[in-house]
């Protein structure tokens, strides 16, 4: 019997056995016990009293561990609002930049920068996506540096409100006109201050608020008048532009304009019928993309001179066999491929392009998911480890041949299985011992895998493997038997 | 047949940092430590020798440095390292890359190796003296910026190529012992499996003092080393601004930058 099922074979409990209230005290004693200031952040949020003290000792025992804690992307956010008590300048540097510390958390923080004057901090908060409105309206109102109030009108968790008040505060000057051209970017900003804005302002900020999605229509048809390349450019791909105006854009002498047109979807087709013999091949490329092509236009685009212009054509899904047989005869092995990559490639071209000279070609059609079974077992002889990769991917892959796979020595093709989302647990068991740490990190979320699988990496070496674990059993908590873990830990400790 | 692979702990900067009270360094909190980059290729250069030789072939890694340093001796260990070396005294503080060389010129004597691997250089320092050092103490053959090694053991010469600029390939003949700095990518580095962790975690780390190696306090540290730090400090930010505007403004902003350095 293999050391794999002795250890990983055990049938995992049901939910029914369940008591929500022991596992949780039960994964908090374990995680006390660990002595692991990663796994205790990771069940930090479950702890009360003094249980949560106690972890919270292990996680800000050194200052080092408190620095690292609070600047890694993963860290929970009752964590990082424990570590906003210390009172440590250097962790609350690292606060403010965490993207997971909470809006209440920055709203201390605020104020102690507030306090302290400390403008960096501000300027942080003032951009930080958690930030709560009421904070960053004060910083709209109050902050005194220009640094905060930028990062502030680029922020688009600002409000429509916020951004306003900035807005209006700030009138005039270079700083003004520097807040507006930011405002007139910022998703939140409301159609009435973008108007306002609107009125006196030079180019660039009038095109970058032609562009925005909440532009008053009375700009869009006032600016459909404007002869300005910027405004031209953004308007060309405005679906709110009239078929006239597309028409002049599509005889402008400036290529990016064209090539606007060229990717509007509402560009009428006769315009499309002009814009394929545009002398620019940006504008034919952005034409090859599109999905209400017509034969004729099909048949020019076949034979263009340019790569990129076959090769999108070759993507899209609307090309017919023919020319899909065409391309994958070209001589270009990116055309090819991408015949290979087009979803409605069929299996004839599939054939054909598996056994292509490019390695690349051939991984596209490994890659593909309607690729067929007998075909990946063909492939799964490749030995370019992108063709292999593939393979590993690819749900329709026989588990016989994924069982192969998680044996290579190419960490991309034993990640290829651990991502194929029909790979069964016998096949991935192997990879619970896999020596790259992030694929043991994606054994830990692999729905395939069982909850004993799962918690019997609790205590891998690396402790980004164990954090995941821990983090793992925080949200299915419920999943989890209690019984099963206090026990299992009752048994190890008879063993020693 | 032994090899022995010179290894360092380096430490790497988080995105902010401070400075130590007495201005020499950065402040060790705000270090992250890990195994010598380079060093990760030696060691697999010097595995790939012993995994394809019919002889037994002994893998020895030495590191000059404090506790913290197990650390990555047993990543060492994990990969396949068949023993560590520690060498430290408090009094080596502050040593530089001659001092260092020195000190693992004495482990080398007492291990008498067949081949020594080290680093081209070291990622925190990068003084890239190291490996020269110990060549020049122990009066071996070197060679620099090995991208290439073919050698067995038992051969009383080995065959590298050193890279040099502009794409250069050089072939050079080498007499055996010789001291070798590894260049990066002249292999592909292991992952250390979980089994190999595991048993690296119980294999003792070989802790050795100066006066094994018959060296005392007055041959190490900064005040015997021929370098010593005077300071460390981050330069004042040079002519850097950030180019500000609507994307379509900061696009014709770097085009009229890159006009102007081309005299359009």
């Not at chain 1, 600002?158 to 306003?164: D, G, K, P, Q, Y």
């Not at chain 1, 685009?301 to 993507?315: E, H, I, K, P, Y």
């Not at chain 2, 009270?21 to 290729?41: I, P, Q, R, T």
């Not at chain 2, 910026?145 to 053991?153: F, G, I």
């Amino acid at each position: 019997m293999s050391v794999l099922s002795t250890k990983y074979g055990k049938k995992p409990h049901s939910p029914s056995e369940l008591n929500m209230q022991d596992s949780t005290d039960a994964l908090v004693k374990l995680a006390i016990k660990a002595g692991d200031p990663y796994v205790a952040a990771a069940v930090h949020e479950l702890a009360t009293g003094a249980s949560k003290r106690r972890l919270e000792a292990q996680m800000m025992g050194t200052r080092r561990t408190a620095l690292s804690l609070a600047r890694w992307e993963h860290t929970p956010a009752s964590v990082l609002a424990a570590l906003s008590g210390i009172g440590d300048d250097a962790v609350d540097l690292r606060l403010d930049k965490n993207p997971n510390t909470a809006s209440g958390v920055l709203s201390n923080l605020y104020v102690d920068a507030s306090n302290k004057r400390n403008l960096n901090l501000t300027k942080l908060i003032a951009q930080h996506r958690n930030s709560e409105a009421g904070i960053l309206k004060s910083i709209a109102l109050h902050a005194e540096d220009a640094e905060s109030l930028l990062a502030l009108s680029k922020n688009p968790s600002a409000t429509a409100e916020v951004l306003a008040c900035l807005s209006a505060r700030v009138a005039d000057g270079e700083l003004s006109v520097a807040l507006n051209k930011n405002i007139a970017q910022n998703i939140s900003a409301s159609s009435d201050l973008l108007a306002r804005i609107y009125e006196h302002s030079d180019l660039h900020t009038q095109a970058a608020i032609i562009g925005h999605v909440n532009c008053p229509d009375s700009l869009i048809a006032a600016a459909m008048d404007s002869e300005d390349l910027l405004v031209m450019r953004t308007l060309a791909r405005d679906k709110r532009v009239t078929a006239d105006t597309l028409g002049r854009y599509a005889r402008s002498d400036d290529a990016g304009v064209r090539c606007g047109v060229a990717a509007n979807a509402a560009t009428p087709v006769s315009l499309i019928s002009e814009l394929i013999n545009d002398r620019s091949e940006l504008v034919r490329r952005e034409i090859a993309s599109r999905a209400d092509l017509l034969p004729v236009h099909i048949v020019k685009l076949l034979v263009d001179a340019d790569v990129w212009v076959r090769q999108r054509l070759a993507r899209n899904e609307i090309a017919p066999l023919p020319v899909l047989r065409a391309f994958a005869a070209d001589a270009q092995a990116d055309v090819r491929r991408a015949v290979a990559r087009n979803t409605q490639c069929p299996l004839e071209l599939l054939e054909v392009l598996a056994t292509d000279s490019n390695a690349w070609v051939r991984a596209a059609v490994a890659y593909q998911h309607h690729t067929p079974q007998e075909l990946l077992v063909e492939l799964s002889a490749d030995e370019d480890v992108d063709v292999l990769s593939g393979v590993a991917n690819n749900p329709n892959t026989p588990q016989q041949i994924l069982e192969k796979l998680v044996t290579s020595s190419e960490a991309d093709v034993r990640r290829g299985v651990i991502l194929n989302k029909a790979a069964t647990r016998k096949t991935l068991l192997p990879l619970l011992e896999d020596p790259y740490y992030l694929h043991r990190v994606l054994m830990v979320t692999n729905p395939s895998m069982q909850e004993l699988d799962k918690w019997n990496l609790r205590e891998d070496p690396d402790y980004q493997v164990r954090f995941s674990v821990y983090r793992w059993a925080v949200k299915n908590i419920a999943p989890i038997n209690a019984r099963y873990i206090v026990g299992n830990e009752v048994i190890r400790r008879r063993r020693v | 047949m032994k090899i022995l692979v010179a290894v360092k702990q380096v430490a790497a900067l988080e995105e902010d940092f401070e400075i130590r009270a007495d201005g020499k360094d950065v402040d060790e909190d705000f270090m992250l430590y890990d195994l010598n980059e380079w060093d990760d290729y030696s060691l697999e250069e010097a595995m790939k020798i012993k995994e394809s030789s019919d002889t037994e072939v002994e893998v020895v890694v030495v590191s000059v440095g404090p506790d913290r340093v197990d650390e990555s001796l047993r990543k060492c260990l994990a990969k396949g390292a068949d023993r560590a070396i520690r060498v430290w005294d408090d009094s080596a503080e502050g040593s530089d890359a001659v001092v260092i060389g020195r000190i693992l010129a004495e482990v080398i004597k007492k291990e008498a190796p067949d081949m020594v691997f080290a680093g081209v250089q070291s990622s925190d320092q990068a003084y890239a003296s190291t490996g020269i050092s110990v060549a020049s103490y122990l009066n071996w053959p070197h060679a620099a910026v090995v991208a290439d090694l073919q050698y067995k053991p038992g051969d009383n010469k080995a065959v590298v190529r050193r890279e040099l600029e502009g794409g250069l390939l050089q072939e050079v003949e080498i007499n055996c012992p010789a001291v070798l700095t590894i260049q990066l990518g002249i292999n592909k580095p292991r992952y250390a499996s979980l089994r190999g962790i595991k048993q690296a975690a119980t294999k003792p780390i070989e802790e050795v003092s100066l006066g094994d190696l018959s060296l005392s306090a007055g041959d190490v540290g900064a005040a015997n080393s021929m370098s010593r730090v005077r300071r460390m400090y981050v330069p004042e930010k040079g002519r850097a601004t950030m180019i500000e505007g609507t994307l379509a403004e900061q696009a014709a902003k770097i085009i009229q930058i890159i006009n102007e350095f081309k005299g359009a």
